[in-house]
């Protein structure tokens, strides 16, 4: 059959159909083997990509966190959720997540509004200044903390030198890190939350307006009502990517060897680095760390559906 | 019942004036039209009225109250907004309580009055739906409840028509104008149709680079338009340049003095309309050549090429559709015009609008 | 919000941006700096120092390598699979947008540590290769390659023009080459700079897949942090030096369309009423 074609090589439609057929084409298996090409063979390599270095290592560490040298069990994650040292570090990754996203939102959400309603040239001037903030991070903004906040930083000695005897959050303690990962995540929050900023139209302000309203009553019966699910899947963001963090809190946290605050992604890193046989541990610290961002996720997607509803 | 009355009113952002000493005087109960081109002010001058923009000069007052240093959220009106603005998170009940709920009405006041509106724009079914579940016009007569809803002095509109397609745009409109006289309600409506303007109106004021050009009844209006842009704005128009010679106008034999104020050789514009022309055996007549024929349902519109003053000239001509077959293109006929019905302007001020 | 609280809020906000990066730029250029609030003295040898230095000079280069690399392959493979999704086959988008989900949520570490184990046990040798760092930082990568390309193709409406070259009798290869490409490039550009900057700083993907075996320059950042050795101001010296150029790359981008060049922002924007949630 796959002789009869009339297909010239370079096209790359598929089902070759001979005109004046009357029957349906009868396709050989090469036929079929080229339809399928044609409909996904530019896009292999990328699925390849995804299959093999995206969805394969997440599999392999579901799986791998449930065996141990026996085989099938649930042994790991019975010692690790019942050691002390590894709760720390969930309990206090979730603390931080959700301490910076919080102060993100209470910082960043009326921030995002004001720019929001910019002229066009001063939003631009503001995002650019937001974009080059947010992308500041890593072990550059953990040095950041200690030439500002560090025992000889530059706001220390500023403090100090007007005479208050002022000591800064250590940058491995809770505050430290709070401080440090908001400096990334408000900008990061801004950026996320003044697009929709923009589904409050002016309008409704001047509608309400018309019907009496003040300001506060705005606000409280359309305003928040309409941003709220907006600014609430901006917080989940924030918290998801908070708890991953790791070259920032690496630098923060001096290495993470000498650790005054356990993190999550801090432990794995440094299982990984220093000790082989507890690798199972970070195995499944890893799994635990991907199910909180999942969860995290799954509730943004919820949250933003909500947002939208009013809008189709 | 209740009067707007305009004296003087101002509008500028920064070189642009965009209302031009405005007045306006609005009687009780009446619907006033502000009609005329995007960027005439007419919808500046609605948000004036309503306090949502400050003017620069000038006094906004109902009756005769001066209202320019009252917030909108004080000021006694009710607005439609062309885009509606319902509050996406109330629903149509919400929506419509929502004027009589800021100011403070009991609970049962304002089932009550809700109720009334749901009723008065026929909204009872739609009631707790949000706005993203009705139609466009059921959101305009929600819109329209929302406004009435406090019992307004004045009411006012933006383009309440605009964002709807064109069969329920004459049904909305009539109900509008229903709504309207049955709460008697003083009205202010913004419109760039001008069908629209005429069938809805009780006075019509033509706005045109931040200046009503003309404020009289739809009737007047149509036959008799003080300006060329209201001649050209309002209804189909010829347009056909001529000269002045001698102290008058000719079109073919028919022949107008010329206005007062003009020499010879003035250019000038006349003003008439498609079905004031009419056809004639007359050998007298202006010969013309038919160029197109357009079907428009009831009339059909001839284009009609002919020469003018040494110049050539295209008039259109608008006769029953059963008659227009015997006109087919490149046919000779002749037309004449009665004097009386065109109207003379410079023709400095031609207007396209 | 008032005017005053408004001109409050953004001073304040103003200050906290921009205070870690003057810190780090004054830094780079003091003698010492121990006991003021400014540094004692100024001097430009320490970007002298870091110039001749050879550990910096192959971190650098190792980075950049990386960078360019992860860059060249994520165009390679991102625009044709975007390309065809558009236009042939939509059942290929799902896929991508699961598979860009997972970069977008999970943790880096996480991805590097499942990459690193599925390495180890089906290849072992080839454990904590500069290969395996560049494939997986392009896996990493690509999302933000995917939602530049994907926003340029939906905004010029790709799939129509793309019928319009084939009436014509284009053939895919043509239509992607002198029709699609050179209407998505402000995309492609905006991808570019988003995969070559995250490449380039990224962390954690090469601290765990390969370790000190290939040192990229945060690796040796954050080498340099840590230890005593007094290393700290050419550490701010290539602190502000990558900043530098992915703060050009971004003017760049900035200057010649509209996109923000905003880092996982770009991809995430917490949706807006006209677009339903990804």
Same mark, same amino acid.
């Given at each position: 059959m796959a002789t009869h074609e009339t297909v010239t090589p370079d096209r790359m439609t598929p089902g070759p159909t001979r005109a004046?057929?009357? *029957?349906?084409p009868a396709r050989s298996a090469f036929g079929r083997l080229r339809e399928i090409a044609g409909l996904w063979l530019p896009a292999l390599p990328l699925i390849l990509v995804i299959a093999l270095l995206l969805l394969a290592p997440a599999l392999s560490l579901v799986i791998g966190s449930f065996r141990d040298a026996s085989g099938f069990s649930i042994d790991p994650w019975i010692r690790v959720i019942t050691r002390r040292g590894d709760q720390a570090a969930i309990l206090t990754s979730l603390a931080l997540g959700a301490t910076v996203a919080t102060l993100c939102t209470l910082v960043g959400a009326p921030v995002a509004w004001v720019i929001s309603r910019m002229l066009p040239g001063r939003r631009a001037a503001w995002l650019a200044l937001f974009t080059v903030a947010g992308n500041f991070g890593g072990i550059g903004l953990g040095f950041a903390y200690y030439a500002i906040l560090?025992?000889?930083g530059m706001l220390t000695l500023a403090i100090q030198g007007v005479g208050i005897d002022w000591v800064p959050p250590r940058p491995s303690s809770f505050g430290g890190l709070v401080i440090g990962y908001l400096y990334t995540n408000v900008p990061l929050f801004v950026l996320l939350t003044i697009p929709s900023m923009?589904?409050?139209?002016d309008d409704w302000w001047e509608a309400a307006q018309v019907a009496s309203a003040t300001r506060a009553q705005f606000w409280r019966r359309v305003g928040l009502p309409v941003l709220a699910p907006f600014i609430a899947a901006g917080w989940l963001l924030i918290f998801t990517w908070s708890i991953g963090i790791y070259g920032l809190a690496y630098a923060l946290a001096g290495g993470?060897?000498?650790?005054?605050t356990p993190l999550i992604t801090l432990r794995i890193g440094d299982i990984l680095a220093?000790?082989?046989?507890e690798t199972w541990r970070a195995n499944v610290l890893s799994v635990i760390l991907m199910a909180i961002a999942i969860l995290s996720l799954l509730a943004y997607r919820v949250t933003l559906r909500r947002a939208v509803r009013w809008f189709r | 019942m209740s009067s707007v009355s305009l004296r003087g009113v101002v509008k500028r952002y920064g070189s642009v004036t965009? *209302?031009?000493t405005v007045d306006l005087d609005v009687a009780s109960g009446e619907l006033v039209a502000l009609l005329?081109?995007?960027?005439?002010g007419k919808t500046t001058l609605l948000r004036t009225v309503a306090g949502l923009e400050r003017h620069d000069a000038g006094r906004v007052a109902i009756d005769d109250e001066d *209202?320019?240093?009252?917030p909108t959220r004080s000021r006694p009106i009710g607005m439609v907004f062309q885009?509606?603005?319902?509050?996406? /998170?109330?629903t149509v009940r919400q929506n419509i309580a929502f004027p009589l709920e800021v100011r403070g009405r009991p609970a049962a006041e304002v089932r009550r009055r809700v109720d009334e509106m749901l009723d008065l724009c026929h909204l009872g079914i739609q009631a707790?739906?949000?706005? /993203?579940?009705?139609?466009g016009g059921q959101a305009q007569r929600c819109a329209l409840g929302r406004a009435l809803a406090a019992s307004p002095k004045v009411l006012l509109l933006d383009?309440? *028509?605009?964002?709807?397609?064109a069969l329920v745009r004459v049904r909305l409109r009539d109900e509008i104008r229903r709504v309207q006289q049955q709460v008697r309600i003083t009205t202010l409506y913004v419109t760039h149709d001008q069908a629209e303007a005429m069938a809805i109106a009780d006075r019509v004021a033509v706005m045109n680079h931040g200046r009503i050009e003309q404020l009289d009844h739809p009737a007047a209006i149509y036959d008799d338009p003080s300006t060329p842009f209201s001649a050209a704005f309002v209804g189909s128009r010829n347009a056909v340049p001529v000269v002045v010679r001698d102290g008058e106008v000719r079109i073919g034999p028919a022949r107008l003095p010329a206005p007062v104020g003009t020499a010879g050789t003035d250019r000038l514009v006349a003003y008439f309309r498609p079905e004031e022309v009419e056809l004639s055996d007359d050998p007298e007549d202006l010969p013309v050549r038919v160029e197109l024929v357009v079907f428009l349902g009831p009339v059909t519109r001839l284009h009609l090429d002919a020469e003018l003053d040494g110049g050539p000239v295209r008039f259109h001509l608008d006769l029953p559709s059963r008659q227009?077959?015997?006109?087919?293109?490149g046919s000779l006929r002749r037309i004449r015009i009665d004097p009386s019905l065109v109207r003379l302007f410079p023709a400095a001020t031609e207007v396209h609008p | 919000m008032s005017t005053a609280g408004r001109r409050i809020l953004l001073g304040a906000i103003v200050v906290y941006l921009i205070l870690p990066l003057v810190a780090v730029f004054l830094y780079s250029v003091a003698t010492v700096w121990q006991?003021?609030?400014?540094?004692d003295g100024y001097t430009l040898e320490h970007y002298v120092a870091v110039a001749v230095d050879p550990r910096v000079q192959g971190a650098v280069l190792r980075s950049l390598a990386l960078a360019v690399l992860v860059t060249l392959i994520d165009i390679a493979i991102v625009v044709p699979a975007v390309f065809w999704a558009r236009v042939? /086959?939509?059942?290929i988008r799902p896929i991508i947008e699961v598979g860009a989900a997972i970069p977008f949520a999970l943790p880096w570490v996480v991805i590097a540590f499942g990459i690193d184990r599925l390495v180890g046990e089906?290849?072992?040798?080839?454990?904590?290769t500069f290969p395996v760092l560049v494939l997986a930082q392009s896996a990493i990568a690509f999302p933000f390659f995917y939602w530049a390309v994907d926003g340029a193709m939906a905004a010029t409406g790709i799939a129509r023009l793309t019928e319009a070259a084939e009436t014509c009798g284009a053939r895919p290869i043509q239509i992607l080459r002198r029709i699609v490409l050179p209407i998505i490039r402000t995309g492609v550009a905006t991808g570019t700079v988003l995969v070559f900057a995250v490449s380039f700083g990224e962390f954690a993907l090469a601290r765990i897949l390969v370790g000190s075996s290939y040192d990229t320059l945060p690796l040796w950042q954050a080498q340099a942090l840590l230890?005593?050795?007094?290393?700290l101001n050419e550490l701010a010296v290539t602190t502000v030096l990558s900043f530098l150029v992915l703060f050009a790359l971004a003017a760049w981008l900035v200057a010649r369309g509209r996109?923000?060049?905003?880092?996982?922002a770009a991809g995430a924007q917490?949706?807006?009423?006209?677009e339903a949630p990804r």
């Open positions: 004046g057929d009357l *029957l349906p560090g025992t000889v923009g589904a409050l139209r993470g060897a000498a650790m005054t220093t000790d082989f046989t | 965009a *209302l031009d005329g081109p995007s960027g005439c *209202l320019s240093s009252v885009s509606y603005a319902l509050f996406p /998170n109330l707790d739906r949000y706005p /993203n579940q009705i139609s383009e309440p *028509l605009s964002a709807l397609d227009a077959a015997a006109h087919p293109v | 006991s003021r609030i400014l540094p042939r /086959n939509p059942r089906w290849a072992p040798s080839w454990q904590t230890r005593t050795d007094d290393q996109s923000s060049g905003a880092s996982l917490v949706g807006t009423p006209t």
